[in-house]
């Protein structure tokens, strides 16, 4: 059974120039909207992440266990901090929706990760993680391999195709100015 959902905001935000979550957009931090969603789906949202900037949202905040180790920490941090399976996604996915979170979550069997696909190419941090893949995180951590699509790779993740289903827009993540710009100038 999935436990908690992880917002993962410990990244530097170094294409942005900026914290990704906390940046506004149409007058709200992008985290908020993922909040929105999340907290119909889970009865436990977290943050991970060692920004106390973050306290405003009054969610629980979860600092990395192992500092640098991207994704892969946060999501090894966050399994930690649960003790059961979780659900995880990225501070930069404004346009989440209920309906693509719980379609993931019905289409989730016993694979020991299962993230969205969309037009085959996986979205690695909207996903389903479950304890069983901690010693391999432990692994990939302590030899710096920080690479998701190779965690997926190596722990046989199932991905679960989308696009039949829902639009990309549900997937747009914004990693930079130029991202948010053209956005927010289409006003989506």
Known sequence: ?????YILAGGKSSRMGEDKGLKLLNGFPIIQ????????????VKINTQNLEYKKFNLELVPDIVSSAGPIGGIYTSLKNSGKDIF????????????AVTYLIKNHTEASATVAGYNKKIQPLFGIYTQQILPLLEEKINKKQ??????????????????PVFSSKVFVNINNPE????IETKKI
């Not at 995880?88 to 309906?99: G, H, L, N, S, Y």
């Not at 998701?148 to 195709?161: A, F, P, S, T, V």
């Not at 991202?179 to 053209?182: G, R, V, W």
């Open 33 to 44: 909207y993922e909040i929105n969603v999340l907290t119909t789906c889970f009865s436990e």
């Open 88 to 99: 995880v996604i990225a501070c930069d996915m404004p346009f989440i929706t209920k309906e």
């Open 1 to 5: 059974m999935i436990g908690d959902a």
């Open 146 to 163: 920080f690479k998701m699509r190779e965690l997926i790779q190596d722990i046989q993740g199932e991905i679960i195709e989308m696009n």
């Open 179 to 182: 991202d948010f710009t053209q």
